[in-house]
């Protein structure tokens, strides 16, 4: 085995095994961490197919930012209703294990059904000549200003109106100091 | 998939020495705190007009290894309301981001070896990441849950409170930071931390509106191009390492210690590496970014290896000299702003919490976001537009 092969693996195996855990472990706080533990696995999976910038900013603004928040904000509620409302029993647990049997499923399926009928995936020239330092930033930055423009303004304007909505919100039922 | 490993090295040598120096590389961030805390604790001493530590071994050097061998012999508890994976997964995950980020910068001229025997050429960093500042934002931006684990996993109120705290405190001044680099990264065009030292070597000179301004006796520095950058950077690495003037988070009349309340012995050193870890990275930065990284004054590395070459008249010495030369070079830079780093310590007052976030949002946000503006206008109109 490989060295590329060995990392692709035990790194498809700690996604999964976080993604897991976000769903089956009862704890809130642990789910967020496995969820940390996913985003942290799939940056490492994208420096191993040399997008190294898309690693660093999945890093940068996921695991970063998004789950810290995420992390802080679970930390204030009073978890232990939480923990005790996710139901234990066999049958709520075969439920469990069956709809995240039926979900890989489909996702298998639909990546298999692609990957074996259809043409030769790129070549890795194509693919290795976009990964030099700004050589790589730069198709990304150009196609994201030049030909998405749109969608990426349109983002910002929407994260904006995602911002002053949070803030209008919470003031409308009196801050942060509301009973 | 192309191999990740190859850019690990072409030979065994080649492989076997890069993960030597990765090893090398973590253990030398470890080792420094050492020193750096002796260098803490005299120095404060001095500015406070005491002595500190000085009966133990010469000048009190010894101190911190006696004061290690005596946490290492100190009961292993965990409080009993605390979760116990996360506080003891606390101070381990402590080191993780501070020594991978070290990784990423550059600290002296490659060392090109060309003998019979040998014929490589070996870098002198961790490891060559060519979107040097992306991966150490983003892997110094991981710190904040090392303070979650440990406020959570401690089980009592105040470490919560405190974590709480530092972890907002980290988040805000992650964006400050990011954005006051983004004017240096507009400048030299890269990421690349090599790059962007390799920019800055030579005598100041620029061109704009088709002028050329030169000035031989200053060093082409960022510091010259981006002053208010570089404030701005500093500051918001006092605040990402939780140092004074903003460590309300671990502020002792506050929160008794903030989230390290219930860490006692060998855990409570490890948070310290930790934080003088993201202060080596900070000191680091700082010199890459604004201060030429390990060049010397004005003289590019050619200049310094001809004037070696003349003097030792061996090729492979000189190289061997050169990249010496400007290690220590390096670490002078280096440990200026360490230095710097505890001056700022034991003279500041800390502010406030509500104060240190308006700092950080109402402050240094805006003052971030217009100096990425300006240097975006003005390199674009300086070079567009000749007069």
């Known amino acids: 085995m490989t060295a590329d092969a060995f990392l692709f693996w035990f790194l498809a195996f700690a996604s999964l095994a976080g993604a897991l855990g976000v769903v089956l472990i009862t704890n809130p706080i642990h789910c967020a961490l496995s969820l940390v533990m996913t985003m942290v696995s799939v940056a490492a999976l994208f420096v191993t197919l040399q997008a190294y910038f898309l690693a660093g900013v999945q890093l940068i603004v996921y695991a970063g930012a998004v789950m810290v928040l995420f992390v802080m904000v679970l930390m204030l509620f009073d978890l232990k209703n939480e923990i005790q409302a996710f139901s234990r029993g066999r049958a709520k647990g075969a439920f469990k294990i069956g709809a995240v049997g039926i979900l890989s499923g489909l996702i298998v399926g639909a990546v298999a059904r692609v990957t074996l009928f259809t043409d030769t995936p790129p070549s890795a020239s194509t693919m290795a000549q976009a990964s030099t330092s700004v050589g790589a930033i730069r198709p990304l930055a150009e196609s994201l200003f030049f030909d998405y423009v749109f969608g990426f303004e349109i983002l910002g304007v929407l994260l904006l109106v995602i911002a002053v909505g949070a803030v209008a919100l919470s003031r409308s039922k009196g801050g942060t100091h509301a009973k | 998939m192309t191999s990740a490993m190859t850019s690990m090295g072409a030979t065994g040598l080649e492989i076997t020495v890069n993960l030597i120096k990765t090893v090398l590389v973590f253990l030398m961030m470890v080792q420094a705190v050492p020193i750096l805390v002796w260098l803490e604790r005299r120095g404060s001493a001095f500015i406070q007009n005491r002595f500190g530590p000085n009966r133990v071994g010469p ?22 309301k605390g979760s116990r994976f996360m506080f003891y997964a606390a101070p381990i995950f402590a080191l ?29 960093q961790g490891f060559e990441i060519n979107v040097g500042i992306v991966f150490v934002l983003g892997v110094s931006s991981l710190a904040a ?15 919560l409170m405190g974590a709480l705290r530092a972890s907002a405190q980290i988040i805000s001044y992650e964006l400050a930071l990011g954005l006051s680099i983004v004017g240096v990264i507009l400048l030299y065009g890269s990421f690349s931390l090599t790059e962007m030292i390799a920019a800055q070597q030579g005598v100041l ?14 060093p082409n520095w960022g510091i010259f191009y981006q002053p208010l950058g570089m ?33 006692g012995g060998f855990k409570m050193l490890m948070f310290f590496i930790g934080e003088y870890g993201h202060m080596m990275i900070a000191s680091g930065l700082m010199a890459t970014f604004f201060f030429g990284g390990y060049s010397i004054w004005s003289y590019t590395p050619q200049e310094v290896y001809q004037w070696l070459y003349a003097w030792v008249g061996s090729a492979q010495l000189a190289n061997i000299l050169n990249t010496a030369v400007h290690f220590l070079s390096y670490n002078i830079k280096f440990a200026f702003f360490l230095w710097i780093f505890i001056w700022v310590r034991w003279t500041l007052p800390r502010f406030r919490y509500d104060q240190l976030m308006d700092i950080g949002w109402k402050t240094m946000l805006p003052w971030a976001l217009a100096n990425a503006m300006i240097t975006a206008t003005l390199i674009f109109v300086g070079s567009y537009f000749a007069f």
Not at chain 2, 99 to 124: E, G, H, N, Q, R
Not at chain 2, 205 to 218: E, N, P, R
Not at chain 2, 241 to 251: I, T
């Open chain 2, 145 to 159: 849950y090392t303070i979650l684990m440990a406020g959570w996993g401690s089980g009592s109120k105040y470490s």
């Open chain 2, 59 to 80: 000048l009190g050097l010894v101190q911190l290894l006696a004061d290690a061998v005596k946490f290492l012999t100190k009961e292993d508890f965990v409080p009993e």
């Open chain 2, 96 to 124: 993780i981001p501070a020594a991978i980020a070290y990784m990423a910068i550059p600290m002296s001229v490659p060392l090109k070896l060309d003998s019979a025997m040998i014929k490589a050429t070996f870098l002198i």
């Open chain 2, 205 to 218: 000179k620029f061109s704009m509106f088709g002028y050329t301004v030169a000035c031989d006796y200053l």
């Open chain 2, 231 to 263: 404030m701005l950077f500093f500051a918001a690495t006092f605040a990402e390492s939780n140092r004074l003037p903003f460590d309300l988070a671990e502020g002792e009349a506050e929160l008794v210690a903030g989230f390290h309340t219930e860490y």
